[in-house]
């Protein structure tokens, strides 16, 4: 959002801005949940945005903004909104300080200068004959013009040594700030922008230095109804499961992510689908293996099954292709009977 409209949503207009997105959502039949009202904040004060945009396109196709669809939209557009933000915040108060430090170099510089002044006023002093008492003031001034250069000197440290600390500080939260952008709140793996941008970096790299490249997507069986039957707090909890076995088994420099929803995807770096495939026959049968239990209650949930899809890259090809390939490996686990991994290179065996 532009600054303007930050200041409106914080500012006196923040009421009526709060009331058009409420409306705009009943008018809609958009159900207002904490997400879908952040989101609808940013539609509504920021109709140009690329999120407004795609917002308009869903709901123009007859769509409408789903739970899933929302936290697609959030993990899209929201983190790159909110780390803006905080960039710019940081920004100010880092041009703050660096301005505070250099008026206390500038005033010591000055002081400096002073400082100079006198002792060459001093030295002339000295070369002439003079007498003691003149002599005695001005060996007064020369020490108390040290004392008082002395004391800026030890000022100036201070000051600089509380800057580096605050730079520090800066810093430090602007990494954060980095990190939380990139990261899936609930499950803690990349999230779908991170995704996006390792895409996009892994592809070129793989074309151009000539190296292997394969792609995962896992997905949750049946979770929708797992949803219906037990909540949203319950499927929260398979979902941080499932995402901590696949997050076991993505050391650097593979990459795991939330892709949407159920759906979860893991980047394999200079490695093979034929290679990879028993990683993900392990993240299968380890998710398979637990019996979870509902924690409110205690109450069995049963076995959770995931089915998995994987491909590799063909150099030259974008990374749209190589996942409509992934997810069409995905979808014929699926239609296979669910709890299965399917290589792309099957499919077109079998074709």
């Known amino acids: ?33 904490p997400l879908n009202y952040e989101l609808w904040l940013h539609f509504v004060a920021d109709p140009a945005s690329a999120l407004a945009q795609e917002i308009e396109r869903i709901l123009s196709e007859g769509s409408t903004i789903t739970e899933d669809v929302g936290e697609e939209l959030a993990a899209a557009f929201l983190p ?23 008026l206390a170099i500038k005033q010591a510089q000055a002081s400096n200068g002073h400082y100079g002044e006198t002792l060459e006023a001093a030295g002339r002093d000295l070369e002439a004959d003079v007498a003691p008492l003149t002599l005695r003031e001005l060996v007064q001034n020369l020490s108390a013009a040290t004392k008082q250069v002395q004391l800026e000197t030890q000022s100036l440290e201070k000051r600089l040594d509380a800057s580096s600390a605050e730079v520090a500080r800066l810093r430090e939260h602007l990494e954060q700030v980095s990190r939380d952008a990139t990261t899936d709140a609930l499950t803690k793996l990349a999230n ?37 039957n037990w909540g949203h707090q319950t499927g929260d909890q398979v979902l941080r499961y499932v995402a901590s076995v696949i997050g076991k088994l993505a050391p650097y420099p593979r990459v795991a992510a939330r892709f949407g929803g159920e759906e979860f995807a893991m980047i394999f770096p200079q490695e093979y689908a034929k290679d990879v495939r028993a990683v993900l026959e392990e993240i299968r049968i380890e998710v398979s293996s637990r019996t979870l239990k509902r924690r409110s209650t205690n109450e069995d949930l049963g076995a959770i099954t995931v089915s998995a899809g994987i491909a590799d890259y063909i150099h030259g090809e974008d990374a749209s292709a190589l996942i409509e390939r992934a997810d069409e490996a995905l979808y014929a686990s699926k239609h296979a009977g669910r709890n299965r991994t399917t290589c792309a290179g099957q499919i077109a065996s079998a074709a």
């Open 80 to 102: 790159k909104a909110k780390l803006n933000e905080q960039i710019r915040d940081a920004g100010v108060q880092l041009n703050r300080e660096l301005a505070s430090v250099a």
């Open 1 to 33: 959002m532009s600054q303007d409209i930050e200041a409106a949503v914080r500012g006196p207009e923040a009421y009526s801005l709060a009331r058009n997105a409420l409306e705009d959502m009943e008018r809609r039949g958009i159900w207002p949940t």
């Open 192 to 228: 779908r922008k991170a995704f996006d941008d390792e895409m996009a970096r892994a592809c070129a790299e793989a074309t151009e230095l000539d190296l292997p490249l394969a792609l995962a997507f896992i997905d949750i069986d049946h979770f929708k109804r797992f949803n219906d």
